[in-house]
């Protein structure tokens, strides 16, 4: 569900996670992303995928397949009432669980 330009935002996220996990190196930090990166997709599809009715979802598939980022952050804040908000909660609490984990 990522857009374009929450893929830089995606990028820099996972880059101050890691490094307050105190990971240092750059190569561990490329293969630590490469490894988060797609539990983290889940997670912002699972929670966006949650607000949606079977309609809405594959307008969302349709928007996705045919690779229009703008459109589909466009259609899901106009659907998702305080959707930037729900996507920083779930940054947040990825970031929360993370740092739990690497502190176990």
């Given at each position: 569900m990522t857009q374009e330009t929450n893929k830089s935002f995606q990028e820099q996220f996972l880059d101050e996670l890691?490094?307050?996990?105190?990971?240092?190196?750059?190569?561990n930090l490329e293969l630590l992303?490469?490894?988060l990166r797609p539990v983290l997709q889940e997670r912002i599809t699972m929670s966006v995928y949650g607000e949606l009715t079977q309609e809405q979802r594959d307008t969302v598939t349709e928007f996705l397949?045919?690779?229009?980022p703008e459109e589909l952050n466009q259609y899901l804040e106009d659907i998702i009432p305080d959707y930037q908000e729900k996507m920083m909660?779930?940054?947040?609490?990825?970031e929360?669980?993370?740092l739990e984990n690497m502190e176990s």
């Open positions: 890691l490094l307050e996990a105190w990971f240092t190196t750059e190569d992303k490469e490894d397949d045919h690779n229009k909660e779930v940054y947040a609490d990825f929360e669980e993370y």
